[in-house]
């Protein structure tokens, strides 16, 4: 049986796609060193799944990891825009020198196959939408310059040694098990708990600024897809997985305080350093490529998210 790692497992994504994994018979290893992932997350995988606590900027923990490995879905990074522009050195070093480490620990095991999971903060506020991969980045903030990199170093990776490397360049993901507590939390997990608290969102910029949400079922399925698909198809290539549609943060607070019942209005606030205005997928290069389209629509999601935090978070 082959064996997948999934780095970051403890995390949003890295947890939902080890779950998938594991729930499909797949003999699986995940690592993390919970500087942002929860232990609470690997609650369901215990005992099916080989856990090792490691950072990616070890090196040598990191070789010992791939070791046996066939395919590895490498969701681990320090995530944020904000997080970035407050400590860029921090986040450098995560992202970068970790990625570095796993692609040299991937080539010395023999995988055959990573899928990096990339971000939409690599196209910036450039105009053009639907935002389409033959677009040249214009990155504006430290974590999309990383995450960018981490792109050209994983088609350098297939390029030069032939290990088959796939960017998925994710767009704006929610779902159950986002942590929503954080000051570098997603908005739709923010917004959820502060409406569920009763507290009134701060929405920073005039609210206009759309974005492509994802719901997180989506990104999995385009991760196990990619990951299987024709070399020829996807190695060394970029894809953006969204949705394609726009709903501005103004919509998107509504359709949540419908679902809430929440009658207060938004706090608005000056726009953030470093954040994309606008966000829009054309997401048909990924279906060509590997039969990508999205299982859960944007209102499905929010609804499956609303009922997960309310279970989670209205406990007394």
């Not at 991937?106 to 450039?126: E, L, W």
């Not at 105009?127 to 677009?135: A, L, S």
């Not at 098990?177 to 009134?200: C, H, I, N, W």
């Amino acid at each position: 049986m082959t064996l997948s790692l999934v780095t970051g497992c403890a995390g949003f994504i890295g947890s939902s796609i080890a779950e998938e994994l594991v729930r499909r018979g797949e003999h699986v290893r995940g690592f993390d060193n919970f500087e942002t992932g929860k232990r609470e997350n690997l609650a369901g995988l215990r005992g099916h799944m080989d856990f090792i606590e490691c950072d990616l900027r070890d090196a040598g923990a990191v070789v010992e990891a791939c070791r046996g490995v066939d395919y590895i879905y490498h969701t681990a990074a320090l995530p944020s825009v904000p997080r970035s522009v407050m400590d860029p050195r921090t986040s450098h070093t995560a992202n970068i020198e970790g990625t570095f480490n796993l692609l040299e620990g991937a080539r010395a095991a023999g995988v055959k196959r990573i899928v990096y999971s990339a971000s939409s903060s690599a196209y910036g506020n450039q105009p053009g939408f639907p935002r389409r991969e033959t677009m040249v980045p214009m990155p504006i903030s430290p974590y999309a310059v990383q995450k960018l990199l981490g792109e050209l170093y994983s088609q350098s990776y297939w390029q030069v040694y032939g290990l088959e490397t796939v960017s998925l360049r994710y767009f704006n993901i929610f779902g159950p098990r986002q942590v929503p507590d954080s000051p570098y939390s997603g908005v739709m997990a923010k917004f959820t708990l502060q409406m569920l608290r009763g507290e009134q969102p701060t929405i920073f910029g005039d609210g206009e600024q759309g974005r492509d949400f994802t719901y997180i079922d989506n990104v999995v399925a385009a991760n196990i897809a990619a990951m299987y698909a024709p070399a020829e198809k996807v190695a060394g290539h970029v894809f953006n997985v969204a949705c394609g549609e726009r709903h501005t943060l103004n919509q998107t607070f509504r359709v949540l305080a419908e679902l809430l019942n929440f009658h207060q209005e938004p706090i608005y606030g000056p726009p953030r350093t470093g954040d994309v205005r606008d966000s829009h997928a054309d997401i048909s290069t990924a279906r060509d490529a590997f039969g990508y389209r999205p299982l859960v629509a944007f209102e499905e999601g929010l609804r499956r998210t609303v009922e997960w935090y309310k279970s989670e978070y209205s406990k007394g």
